[in-house]
C-alpha cells in the first residue's frame, strides 16, 4: 500500500530535508554577505568600477543556476580545480545567491531619493558612513519584500543540487525511489515539505509588501 | 601555458566544433520559452480573471494554486509530470511534460501578476465605463484590461526572462534544448570547460537582448496613450 511506503520513507526524507535547509542557510549567510557588499559597491564614487561591478552582476544573473552548477562541478576541473559535489554546489548556489541579492539591494539603494546621498554628502559625510548610517538604513525596509522571495527561490532551487549527486531533500525522494518505484507519492511528499518550508516565508514576504505600501 | 599533470590546453576548434548544436540548442531554448509563455501568459489571465469574479469558490481556488505552485520547487513539478504521473496512467512524452510543468509554474507567477494588474487599476475606471454605457463584459475588455496590461508588463517581463532561465531544467528529463545540447556535447568530447563558457555565453546574449527588447516595447507602451 501506498501510504505505508509514505510513511516508511518519511524518516529518510526528513534526513534530506535536514540538509536542505542547512544548506539554504548557509547558502543564504553567504550570499547576503557578499551581495550586500556588491550591491553597496556598485555605488562607489568611481564611475567606472560601479560600471564593471554593475555588467559582472547581470552577466552571472543571466546565466541559469544549473549551468553555472554544471560549469563548477564539470568545467572547473579542467583548470585543474576539482571539488567535490557538496563544495560545489555550495559555491553554485552562492555565486547566484550573491549576484541576486547584489540587484535587490541596488533596487533598495536606488529607491532613497538622491537629495538623501546629497544631503549626507554637504554635512561632510563620507561615502562609506553616508551609505552606512543614511542610505542602507532606509533602503533595508525596501529590499525585505523582495529579498525574503528571493530566498524562497533559492531554498526551491537547493534541489538542482540533487542533479549532481548532493544529498538533500530531492536526492533523498530520488533514492527512496529507486527502492520503493513510487514515484508519484514520494515526489508529492517531497514537495509538500518544501511547500512547508517556503509557504511560510511568501506569506512573510507578502506581509511585509503591503506594510510597505501603507504609509509609514 | 605548461604546467603540472592538470594542465588544460584551452581548445578554441572545440568551441567552433560545437556551435553549430548550442545553436540549435538556443534555437529549441527560444521556442519552447515563447511556446510556454504564451500559454502561461493566456492561463494566468484566465486564473486572474477569475478571482475578479465576486463571490463563490473560485478566489480561494485560484490562490490554492498560485501557492502551491510558487512554494514547490519546478524540478520536483517537472518530475511528478514526467516520473509521477505515468503511475496514475498518464504518460507524456520529454517535451510535453517539460512544457506542461513550464506552463503551469510560470502561470502561477502570472497569475498574481495580473491580480495585482487588475487591483492596481483605479475603481473610478470601472465606474466610469459603466457609467458611459459599457457593459461589465466591455469595461474590462476595453478598459480595465489594457490598463492592468500596462501595469503588469514589467514583471511580466521579468517572469519571462525567469522562464527562459528555468527552462535549462527540463534538460533532466530528455527534452532537447540548449542545456540538453551542451551536457551532450561535453560528455562526449570532455571539452567541458569550453562548451559550458559557450553555453553560458549563449544564455547571456539570450537574456540580454530579451531584457532589451522588453526595455524597447516598455517604453514604446509608455509613449502610446
Known sequence: ?216 | MTGGPTAYSFEWSAIWRGLPYLLQGAGLTIIISALAMVLAVALGLVLAALTQLRGGVARPLVRAYVEVFRNTPLLIQIFIVYFGLPQLGLRLSPFASGLVALVVYAAAYNAEIFRAGLEAVPKGQHEAARSIGLSAWQAMRFVIVPQAIRIAFPALGNNLVSLVKNSSLVSTIGMVELMFVANDISFNNFRTFEIYGTTAGLYILLVMLLTRALHLAERRMARVR
Open chain 1, 1 to 216: 500500500m501506498s501510504a505505508r511506503v509514505v510513511l516508511e520513507s518519511l524518516p529518510y526524507l526528513l534526513r534530506g530535508t535536514l540538509v536542505t535547509v542547512g544548506l539554504s542557510l548557509a547558502v543564504i549567510a553567504v550570499g547576503t554577505a557578499l551581495g550586500l557588499v556588491l550591491g553597496v559597491l556598485r555605488f562607489v564614487p568611481w564611475r567606472r568600477v560601479g560600471t564593471a561591478i554593475g555588467w559582472a552582476v547581470e552577466l552571472v544573473r543571466a546565466v541559469p543556476l544549473l549551468l553555472l552548477m554544471f560549469f563548477i562541478f564539470f568545467g572547473l576541473p579542467a583548470l585543474g580545480i576539482r571539488l567535490p559535489t557538496f563544495p560545489a554546489a555550495v559555491l553554485a548556489m552562492s555565486l547566484w545567491m550573491t549576484v541576486n541579492t547584489a540587484e535587490v539591494v541596488r533596487g533598495g539603494i536606488q529607491s532613497i531619493p538622491a537629495g538623501q546621498f546629497e544631503a549626507a554628502r554637504s554635512l561632510g559625510l563620507g561615502w562609506l558612513p553616508t551609505m552606512r548610517h543614511v542610505i542602507v538604513p532606509q533602503a533595508v525596509r525596501r529590499m525585505i519584500p523582495p529579498f525574503v522571495g528571493l530566498c524562497t527561490i533559492l531554498i526551491k532551487d537547493t534541489s538542482l543540487a540533487a542533479i549532481i549527486g548532493v544529498f538533500e531533500l530531492t536526492r533523498a525522494a530520488q533514492e527512496t525511489i529507486e527502492r520503493t518505484l513510487r514515484s508519484f507519492e514520494i515526489y508529492m511528499v517531497a514537495a509538500a515539505i518544501y511547500f512547508l518550508i517556503c509557504f511560510p516565508l511568501t506569506q512573510l514576504a507578502r506581509r511585509a509588501e503591503a506594510r510597505l505600501q501603507r504609509p509609514s
